[in-house]
């Protein structure tokens, strides 16, 4: 065993490397063959990186225009004080939509996409991790997106602000499906975004180049690491909380309801501990990108490299203890408002260490000012400025009059033009020479720049003085003879501008955006491994990775990668495939076989999108056969998984053999498994919140049936998790074993389940009754969607065996299985457990 | 006069939260100019130091291109600016959110949509008198408002006099403020309230105590209500199902009291100036006006009648 290996790896076998001798004919050519796009119509099962990557930032920047475009509506509208461009309902809807596709359709996809573009590239591997995960997500996405944005034409938008708070959003004051289509589009859109999660993190975890350890993961994988574990926190939340509200619209569970023990603040709570690390899940991989781009233009490294990854954990950090600043007009209890205060300031910190990290690296390289040079530069003060007008209304006293003002319009648009916006538009100026033909213009990028930079101030400058003159948020028109029609028509003038900079982008993309071919090169001397020579199969092989910078620091490096003399020269397996490694060190553990296109993921994708859409549209039957449809479609699409190759081992460059079937802890399987049980577990979490928070608004004490079926329901969940642990365990049995095992675990959850629902309902509490037969029941409702899955699972792992594909050789199916169905047992003891603890403590 | 008072009171310059006119606005204001010298001492240093960091002379940015700089500027020098904001934000935040006193007069505001009802409760807590759309107070002292809501959330917010509270269904947030000077103070909606959220203001007005005295003297009378073709057409037309005038048969509770109505400075929550002109055109398409609201259109009123009906209502002094 090797000194301080992680995984007993032998290090000196990166000493082979650059191997030496000519590499056998036909190899490139293979490599080449295996991993060519798709050709013709067939483009949309494209799986691989390369494509999914850009048509998902594509698909991003189509919502900016978009919502933008929105923008100059409203902006065109508050021109002039009682003006008639958009009547009062419809500017409504507009702003709301404005809001929502900003944060929802552009903000976080568009971070996420540039994960999926750039993150294979940087990590030297061939692809991500689940390359049709990524592409689901993006195609669910994008119908999804289409479709909620279209409800705009037909007057359907939702109205109720991007926030969408209850009451003003229950049945009783939005009667039609427009906040329906914001609930069940948007939560749809969220499972997107989390699968884009999933992907990101096993991607940085475990499939990086050989010897990148944690000290020489790029800055960029870091803030996406921060950034998916974010949003596998945060996101829960927020899916809850649509959840329920749509649950309180369809079927009347009174949960934000006051005239039935339900509260309205039980939203602000639930979307706001979401909805501010959406700020920084939006910040932290743009500020990834500032400190990748800022050393590659000016030459040098990134001055506090180590400080800059500790502030985006303390970003990812305190950025879950600030949700209620939003909330600081809302009469919260004084000690509370405290805490929150100090925290929202706090998180300030990290943010200052990113500012005078750039500025300190500025200083030691030299700057060049070419269009990313402005573009981060722009950014960084816009940044700050937005940071400082943050700060100020950190501060409680100051929130209660800027509160819902222009003031933080003003605010909240500096931080995410200058955190997010510029930054963005400085890595598509950066890295469009990685996936296109050619650079894009420095001639119009500095137009788009210098418009784009004027503009913002312009429009956004006037708010912080309109919200101090008393013009509150989401008016659609204002009296004249109150001194706001200067600061907004500058405004307006400024919005005009900005958006003659993007259009000057767009020709620029127009004119010179040419991807999937060869690649510009690395036109601005970066550093990182994505500007290594490459195609479609990314790099021809994999290099040992030895500092943080090694375009840098190994000059023969691109020679002796194109040339084949790294990791996988070729394609030993004659498949699509990537190395796995491991988390810390990096170290050679296994190779990943990975799909070829294919039309199961598309085809999922298109008819979860369905379900969604049709049931917000009230086509009941119609969505239960789109459900059903899609979980057909990835049936058949984890049907080609987990089967062992012929090759057991394959050597992956000078001699080194490595397995090729993984399980448990060491394949990215197992972890993406482990992932979504904990975006299961938060969503549970939330929900506990939940009870214990109406609990504590109730008058009267809460009771809860306790006797023999408490003690049953207990027992059972509790000898599930022992079945589904001993499935895998007894595979080297008949496989008979395994699979009545498996599905014992699936009946004894659902039993359980069943057992427990009734006896809740022969003590009497129905859902609509009061909040607590709302979260009750929702509590029931979520195990019992686990348990349909589980349920889904175990028929699954029969028809597997059926076909001969349970054995001692393939272990994964059935370890993720019973993981799975061990989660839901424990979460079946939780929510059997909840209710009657509480029962015993008067509220 | 009334109109001239009620315009003065929606001018935009001073801003309003940088012109407080009482003791719970005041800091306030000294805060947010503290904030903003903060920002701009903070931009400097930012500006000067990038301004070195690009054009200095290459010894200087050598000096200026470590670590030392994030330590020192990044988390040294904005730990000291936070905490002292911190200590301040946090005594005036205890400070401005003390309970009510005994003292306080008490005024309930409900939120409704979108338009305020406005009632004014005895020691007790109970209703003494009830109003819409304007609050009246009396100067130097401090009147304590209970925020209530009964349909969605709505926000309170009197710039001059205080910060704003929200107004929650199932919850009562109680909100101090005080008027050192008489005039009229506008305040609006803060919380997005759906439809014609833009269009939810109201006036507070401030009467030296012994004009206060005078008003809710008069106020508390139930309406002088002569006999008139206005008041026959207002009750023909059924207005009384919503509108209540005290001391005639109108006793509707779903819209504004209506009883001193021609006394009131605005008409449709805080957005007309209030004479017949503005009473006519309001009764005769108030959705043109005010699109959502919950007054029907009467367009099928002739002149004749909408013209008596303004005069009488106007006459409710």
Known sequence: ?843 | MTTRAADESFKGWPPPVLDPAGPFAAPLNTLTWGLLAMAALVMVVVLVALAFALFAPRPWRKRLGGEKLIWIAGLGFPVVVLSVLLVWGLSLTNKLSERPQPGDLRVRVTGEMWWWRVAYLDAAGREVLQDANEIHVPVGRTVAIELESTDVIHSFWVPRLAGKLDMIPGRRNILRIQADKAGTYSGQCAEYCGGAHALMAFVVIAHAPEDYARWRARAERPALAQPSTGAVVFEKSGCGACHTIRGTSANGVAGPDLTHVGSRHTLGAGILPNNAGTMSGWIADSQAIKPGNRMPAYPVLSGQDLRAMSAYLESLK
Not at chain 1, 304 to 321: K, N
Not at chain 1, 577 to 593: G, R
Request: with cysteine; proline share 7%.
């Open chain 1, 1 to 843: 065993m090797s000194e301080g290996s992680e995984t007993g790896f032998d290090r000196s076998i990166y000493d082979r490397f650059p191997t030496k001798g000519r590499r056998p004919k036909g190899e490139l050519e293979q490599l080449r063959e295996i991993w060519c796009g798709p050709k013709g119509w067939q483009w949309i099962t494209a799986i691989n990186n390369n494509f999914v990557g850009v048509y998902y930032v594509g698909a991003a920047m189509l919502f900016f225009v978009l919502a933008g475009v929105l923008a100059l509506v409203m902006r065109a509208q508050l021109a002039l004080p009682l003006n008639g461009v958009l009547p009062q309902e419809t500017y409504n809807q507009v702003f709301t939509m404005h809001g929502t596709v900003m944060m929802f359709l552009f903000a976080v996809p568009a971070v996420e996409a540039l994960g999926v573009l750039l993150l294979p590239q940087m990590l030297g591997a061939r692809d991500l991790p689940f390359p049709r995960l990524s592409a689901y997500a993006f195609w669910a996405y994008l119908i999804g997106g289409l479709a909620f944005f279209c409800s705009l034409f037909f007057g359907l938008a939702p109205d109720g602000g991007w926030f969408m708070y209850p009451p003003l959003t229950s049945t009783t004051y939005s009667p039609g499906i427009n906040a329906d289509f914001w609930l069940l589009g948007i939560g749809f859109i969220e499972i997107s975004a989390i699968a884009g999660a999933i992907e990101i993190i096993v991607g940085v975890l475990k499939t990086r180049a050989p010897g990148m350890s944690l000290d020489k993961l790029p800055i960029f994988a870091w803030a996406m690491l921060v950034f998916a574990g974010m949003i596998i926190i945060a996101f829960p939340s927020v899916i809850l909380a649509t959840t329920l509200l749509e649950l309180e619209r369809a079927l009347n569970w009174p949960f934000f309801d006051a005239t039935r023990g339900g509260d309205p603040m039980l939203w602000q709570h639930l979307f706001w501990f979401f909805g501010h690390p959406e700020v920084y899940i939006i910040f932290l991989p743009a500020a990834g990108a500032m400190s990748t781009m800022i050393p590659a233009v000016a030459r040098t490294p990134l001055v506090g490299h180590w400080m800059v990854v500790l502030a985006f954990l303390a970003t990812g950090f305190i950025s879950f203890g600030v949700w209620a600043h939003h909330m600081f007009t809302t009469g919260l209890p004084g000690a509370s408002v405290g805490v929150f205060s100090a925290a929202s300031m706090a998180v300030s910190l990290p943010a200052g260490v990113q500012v005078f990290a750039w500025i300190a690296t500025v200083a030691s390289g030299k700057m060049r000012f070419n269009t990313p040079g402005l573009f981060v530069l722009g950014s960084l003060l816009i940044f700050v400025m937005g940071g400082l007008t943050g700060v100020m209304a950190a501060m409680v006293p100051f929130d209660w009059q800027a509160h819902d003002t222009y003031f933080i319009v003003a605010h909240l648009h500096y931080v995410l033009i200058g955190g997010m916006v510029f930054p963005l538009f400085a890595a598509i100026y950066y890295w469009t020479p990685m996936v296109s033909s050619r650079p894009l213009s420095e001639r119009l990028g500095r137009w788009t720049f210098w418009l784009m930079f004027a503009g913002m101030h312009l429009a956004f400058l006037p708010m912080h003085l309109s919200g101090l003159m008393g013009m509150p948020r989401r008016v659609w028109t204002y009296a004249p003879g109150r001194d706001l029609e200067l600061p907004n028509l500058i405004s307006t003038v400024g919005a005009f501008l900005f958006a003659a900079g993007v259009l000057i982008w767009i020709i620029d993309m127009v004119r010179n955006f040419r991807p999937f071919g060869s690649d510009a090169g690395n036109v601005y001397d970066g550093p990182g491994l994505e500007w290594l020579p490459a195609e479609l199969y990314s790099v021809r092989s994999i290099p040992v990775v030895k500092s943080l910078y090694p375009l840098w620091d190994q000059k023969t490096l691109a020679r002796d990668v194109e040339a084949g003399r790294y990791f996988l020269p070729g394609a030993p397996t004659g498949g699509r495939e990537t190395l796995v490694t491991s988390p810390v060190q990096a170290e050679p553990q296994h190779l990943l076989p990975m799909p070829k296109p294919s039309g199961w993921h598309v085809w999922a994708a298109v008819f979860t999108a369905g379900f969604f859409l049709l049931l917000t549209v009230q086509a009941y039957a119609a969505s239960i056969v789109s459900a059903v449809l899609a979980t057909y479609c990835v049936i058949r699409w984890c049907w080609f998984l987990d089967h062992p190759l012929p090759q057991k081992e394959v050597d992956v460059g000078a001699g080194l053999m490595l397995k090729t079937y993984a399980s448990g802890p060491s394949s990215t399987g197992w972890w993406a498994m482990v992932i979504t049980l904990v975006v299961a577990g938060m969503v549970l979490a939330m929900s506990v919140f939940s009870y214990v928070f109406l609990w504590s608004r109730s008058q009267a004490s809460w009771s809860a049936p306790i006797g023999a079926e408490t003690l049953a329901v207990a027992a059972m969940n509790l000898v599930a998790v022992l079945c589904a642990w001993l499935a895998s365990r007894v595979l080297a049995k008949p496989p008979r074993l395994t699979v009545m095992l498996t599905v014992a675990a699936g009946a004894l959850v659902a039993g359980a389940w069943w057992i427990d629902l009734k006896t809740w309902q022969g003590a009497g509490l129905s859902p609509d009754l009061n909040a607590q037969g709302a979260i009750v029941h929702a509590m029931a409702a979520w195990q019992g969607f686990f348990v349909a899955v589980g349920a889904i699972m175990a028929v699954y792992v029969v028809l597997r065996w059926l076909f001969g594909y349970v054995g001692p050789d393939r272990p994964a199916t059935i370890q993720l299985v019973g993981l799975f169905h061990a989660y839901v047992a424990a979460q079946g003891l939780v929510t059997l457990g909840v209710p009657r603890l509480f029962a015993a403590v008067p509220a």
